[in-house]
Every structure is written in structure tokens, then in C-alpha cells.
């Protein structure tokens, strides 16, 4: 007879964090993401919003970069209380699959991509790492 051993210790099952239905329906509605911000300051995806309107500026220029990592760092932290209360013990998947997922994670593209901006290494390939662990699809 023969055993098949994987990983013996396994990964973590994925951490799905639950819908913010009313700030996601919100943002869909067009309400500016600062106010959604302001009312759901709980929400990464508002957060997410606000940090690639400002990353993505037609006219970028330093202040747009660092209002970005601002709120990608915000939108970052409120996330990660929102995993860990959802049993995330910081690793495993954070599958980008899963719609609520999408606000951490755009948070933490726009955090790596800002990091790079002004030059701040370490930083950027903390987020990208980060990235390819939550869901290797999503880094480069």
C-alpha cells in the first residue's frame, strides 16, 4: 500500500472577509469616495478608491503619490483588522476571487506602487511579497 504524503501541517484555508454591502453599494451609486470614507471608515474598498485616484492622477505629482500611500496605508491597517477578525493569523490565501477581498488588496497594489514611487524599497517588495502570498495571481 502506498501513502501519499502532502504537506503535513497544510495551508490555511482562505480568509473571506465579509461584504460591506452598504459602502460597496455606495461606491457603485457614485457617491465620491471620500464621503463613503467618511461614513464606512471601516471600508478598504473606499480606501482603495481614494489611493488609485490619487496614484493614477493625470498630472501626478508628489503630493498625489504620497496622498496615495496615505490611503492605500489606511486602507491597508483597516483590512488587516478586518482579516484578522475573520481568522487570518497573517498568512494564507486572501483569494482576489472573492469580491470583499478586492479593497485589501487594491490597497496593498497601490501601497506597493507608491512605495516605488518615492523609493521606499523595502517597503514595495514587503507589499508585492504580501501580494504573492495572499493570491499568487495578483503580483508580477
Known amino acids: 500500500m502506498t501513502h501519499s504524503h502532502?504537506?503535513?501541517?497544510?495551508?490555511?484555508?482562505?480568509?473571506?472577509?465579509?461584504?460591506?454591502?452598504?459602502?460597496d453599494r455606495e461606491l457603485a451609486q457614485g457617491i465620491p469616495a471620500a464621503e463613503v470614507a467618511a461614513h464606512h471608515p471601516t471600508s478598504s474598498a473606499a480606501w482603495a478608491a481614494l489611493a488609485e485616484a490619487a496614484i493614477d492622477h493625470p498630472e501626478r505629482q508628489l503630493g498625489d503619490v504620497?496622498?496615495?500611500?496615505?490611503?492605500?496605508?489606511?486602507?491597508y491597517h483597516r483590512g488587516l483588522d478586518a482579516l484578522r477578525r475573520n481568522g487570518w493569523k497573517g498568512y494564507g490565501p486572501v483569494p482576489w476571487s472573492h469580491a470583499p477581498n478586492r479593497g485589501f488588496l487594491r490597497c496593498v497594489?497601490?501601497?506597493?506602487?507608491a512605495a516605488e514611487a518615492i523609493e521606499e524599497t523595502d517597503e514595495q517588495e514587503r507589499c508585492?511579497?504580501?501580494?504573492?502570498d495572499c493570491d499568487p495571481s495578483l503580483a508580477p
Open 128 to 132: 508585492t511579497q504580501l501580494l504573492r
Open 6 to 23: 502532502g504537506n503535513l501541517l497544510g495551508e490555511p484555508p482562505a480568509t473571506l472577509l465579509p461584504a460591506n454591502e452598504e459602502a
Open 109 to 113: 497594489t497601490v501601497l506597493a506602487r
Open 66 to 75: 504620497i496622498q496615495a500611500y496615505a490611503y492605500a496605508r489606511t486602507g
